[in-house]
DNA sequence: GCCAACGTTGGC
DNA sequence: GCCAACGTTGGC
């Protein structure tokens, strides 16, 4: 089992909507090293859904439902996942929570701003998601 | 709205 | 292969 976040603008995809949906393919990724990790995704890993610009938060837990597949929008070489939504936390665990967790400071999410499929240590993302259920 | 950080492009 | 110029992301 792997841990990963990606990030979305609510604006242009939501949490909410994901929960609606039921599904989504995560495609449209333009950036090689967002792309690989899209490629090191498993069946079943877990991925953290966090919102960008607006929201700043955490807000849930997605699974990948489907490995690596070409990204339907392009014949360029780029690929997408398809993500379900897994569980809400019970209280969004924002960046500023995460910046000021000593524990968290060496997570792309803190240290590389804008990458935007990342891979998460399993501690990492256990300290997450606890904070999220208090 | 600004701008820092980062990635990509393209001239040399 | 270097690096300046440019574009984009995303926090503030």
């Known amino acids: ?3 990963w976040l990606v990030k979305s603008e609510p604006s242009a995809y939501s949490w909410e909507r994901l929960l609606r949906e039921g599904k989504v393919i995560w495609d449209g990724v333009r950036n090689y090293a967002a792309r690989n ?10 991925v953290l859904f ?3 610009n607006e929201g700043l938060a955490v807000t ?3 699974k990948v439902s489907r490995e690596a597949f070409q990204d339907p929008g392009t014949k360029e ?3 997408a996942v398809e993500l379900v939504p897994f569980k809400t936390l019970k209280k969004p665990v924002t960046l500023s929570v995460i910046k000021s967790d000593k524990r ?6 803190v240290r590389q701003g804008r990458l935007s499929v990342m891979p998460l240590e399993k ?3 256990v300290i997450i998601t606890t904070l999220g259920n208090k």
Do not use: P
């Not at 968290?104 to 999410?109: A, E, S």
């Open 60 to 62: 849930g837990i997605a």
């Open 1 to 3: 089992m792997q841990y």
């Open 104 to 109: 968290l400071q060496n997570i792309y999410l």
């Open 50 to 52: 966090y919102h960008s």
């Open 77 to 79: 070489d780029w690929s």
């Open 123 to 125: 501690e990492a993302f």
């Open 37 to 46: 990790n899209l490629r090191n995704m498993k069946q079943g890993d877990q």
